[in-house]
């Protein structure tokens, strides 16, 4: 039987991590990277829309959810933003910090990250694509990987292959089983930073517009979450980094299936509900000739402004702007600064970025190595933590990674 000092199942961003990592620590131990895919890190061309948002120099505890939060602060601790560009510089990629923390590799390139780490890895792994791991079983002295071209007896195995978002780009529920055949148990999954599916009766006038807005999510007028910046009407609802931010609420209330959910967008957050009635009276006075359907082109893309308009119900759009009423001009206010919509649901984990839940993490310790079967770690989505958008994922990625190979390290 072939034999490995470890194996790495899963070769997306904490597999490939990894095996850099554990390479750089043991230079004369045997590794092996067991991808089920045609090839390794297909999820990560898509991050940050091709860009690859790094990480993020706020990263902390805060930007976390799941039941681990002493498990990521220590792994945060152990392997931080800054511990994540100097890795990265050493395998040959320069990041820049942005003025909103977020983290990007120099060349602005996804593919670019993805090669440089895959030549990384190549350097002190053996990586098999197109080799799914199908059991392992726990041997007294290490564990048994089964897959269907064989059995590799390692001595330890880093379970690394994601979670059930972006089924495209490889993602499936295989860790899930791996684990909980070893006995761990997986809380609820549900989608996040994933699209949101709303009432589309105005929202199809509009897709393919983008606006730089606040986007709340209301449950039964209950604040949950809030977020200013870009929201992209599309032909389901929202999506757009904005939305993304704050969909996590949205993903879990779709699990629970209880009370009312709106999602209300502000379309000019920056002025208050008086000040535009002010601009906009003034505007009916300096317009008034102007036929109705562009009295808000200027202030908005002439399509979001006629929508607005028939939202707010101020019809026939073909008549002049000073007829406009002041009724009509506070509908139009009311459309313009709470512009509700019922949410339906989520785009599912096939337009997730990121699964939310997992595999509970205090069942490691806290090496992230298991304490049901001692020769077994696990890092990455995995597990039941997941962060906010803007690069906190990726960070968790490396940091769990890290904190993976630092503990095969020391019980080596």
Known sequence: ???????????????????????????NSRIVLLEKGARVGKKLLATGNGTCNISHQNASVDSYHGGGAQRVRDALARFSWEDACRFFRSIGVETTVREDG??????????????????????HADIRC?????????????VTVCTADGEIAAGHVLVAVGGAASPSCGGSSDGYRLLTDLGHTRTPLFPS????????????????????GTVSLMLNGHRLASHTGEILFAEYGLSGPAVMQISRAAGEWERRKQGTLTAVVDLLPTISADELSALL????????????????????????????LRMAGAL????????????????????????????????????????????????????????????????GEVLDVDGDCGGYNLQWAWSSAATAVEGWRKKR
């Open 130 to 142: 197109e080799s799914a791991v199908t059991a392992l079983r726990p041997t007294a002295n290490g």
């Open 316 to 379: 026939p759009l073909d008549r002049r702007s000073d007829s406009l009423t002041d009724r009509e001009l506070s509908a139009v206010v009311c459309a313009i600064k709470e512009w509700a919509l019922d949410v339906t649901g989520t785009q599912g984990f096939g337009g997730a970025q990121v699964t939310a839940g997992g595999v509970t993490v205090t069942e490691f310790d806290e090496n992230l190595i298991s304490r049901r079967c001692p020769h077994v770690s696990a890092a």
């Open 102 to 123: 977020r983290i990007y590799p120099l060349c602005t390139s996804a593919a670019a990250v993805l090669d440089c780490l895959r030549i990384a890895a190549a350097n």
């Open 281 to 308: 009276s003034a505007r009916r006075e300096a317009l008034a000739t102007t036929p109705l359907e562009d009295f808000l082109t200027g202030l908005f893309q002439r399509r979001i402004g006629q929508t607005v």
């Open 1 to 27: 039987m072939e034999r490995a000092d470890l194996v790495i199942v899963g070769g997306g961003a904490a597999g490939l991590a990894a095996a850099v990592m554990a390479g750089q620590a043991a230079p």
């Open 193 to 212: 930073i994933v699209q949101l599916r709303t009432d589309t009766r105005f929202v199809r006038a509009v897709k393919g517009l983008r606006v730089d």
